[in-house]
T-cell receptor, first 111, second 111 residues
Framework: DAGITQSPRHKVTETGTPVTLRCHQT?????MYWYRQDPGHGLRLIHY???????DKGEVSDGYSVSRSKTEDFLLTLESATSSQTSVYFC??????????FGQGTRLTVV | DQQVKQNSPSLSVQEGRISILNCDYT??????FLWYKKYPAEGPTFLIS?????DKNEDGRFTVFLNKSAKHLSLHIVPSQPGDSAVYFC??????????FGTGTRLKVLA
């Protein structure tokens, strides 16, 4: 699993509250990603990072922000959670050689 | 706008036979393609990849074929085993380490 830890693994939150998901890696990989998985949509890229403090938007970035202050940590923040952000969120890393390694996922429910 | 499409949501195959999973893409800038396998409640795991300079890549029971003119790739699994039952995602990138995934195909291998 390339030393990827996502926390929390499960979270239920109320609409309008801020939520932060954490991804921690121990492999010193340069690239990190946040995806969400939804039925009928597969895996969609939210944001990705190509180095400390270097991030870029993915396919579905609206409503999400990210930060990467250290190589090992990539945070995903929902500033004001909405029901449409109920999903399973996956963090991934890539050495830059074309193989992304995924974490176990975080199941987020917004009620 | 789905840049990577897997038009078959599900596929059933008898054990020992060939499984063929298909993937189409629309972005002609994609030059690197990957297949991932995902079991329930786990993160996706890397299976096999192919660069656009090749039209075939093999790894044991898994072979990926790329038809650039048709913007189509396929994953062949021979022989199929019950443990291959999972959701399979294809993904593509255009040299930026930004991976775009398809919607997935659920493979069921019948014993």
């Amino acid at each position: 699993d390339a030393g990827i830890t996502q926390s929390p693994r499960h979270k239920v939150t109320e609409t309008g509250t801020p939520v932060t998901l954490r991804c921690h890696q121990t492999e010193n990989h340069r690239y990190m990603y946040w995806y969400r998985q939804d039925p009928g949509h597969g895996l969609r890229l939210i944001h990705y990072s190509y180095g400390v403090k270097d991030t870029d938007k993915g396919e579905v970035s609206d409503g999400y922000s990210v930060s990467r202050s250290k190589t090992e940590d990539f945070l995903l923040t929902l500033e004001s959670a909405t029901s449409s952000q109920t999903s399973v969120y996956f963090c991934a890393t890539d050495t830059g050689r074309g193989e992304a390694f995924f974490g176990q996922g975080t199941r987020l429910t917004v009620v | 706008d789905q840049q990577v499409k897997q038009n078959s949501p599900s596929l059933s195959v008898q054990e020992g036979r060939i499984s063929i999973l298909n993937c189409d893409y629309t972005n002609s800038m994609f030059d690197y393609f990957l297949w991932y396998k995902k079991y329930p409640a786990e993160g996706p795991t890397f299976l096999i990849s192919i660069s656009s300079i090749k039209d075939k890549n093999e790894d044991g029971r898994f072979t990926v074929f790329l038809n650039k003119s048709a913007k189509h790739l396929s994953l062949h699994i021979v022989p199929s085993q019950p443990g291959d039952s999972a959701v399979y995602f294809c993904a593509a990138s255009s040299g930026t380490y930004k991976y775009i995934f398809g919607t997935g195909t659920r493979l069921k291998v019948l014993a």
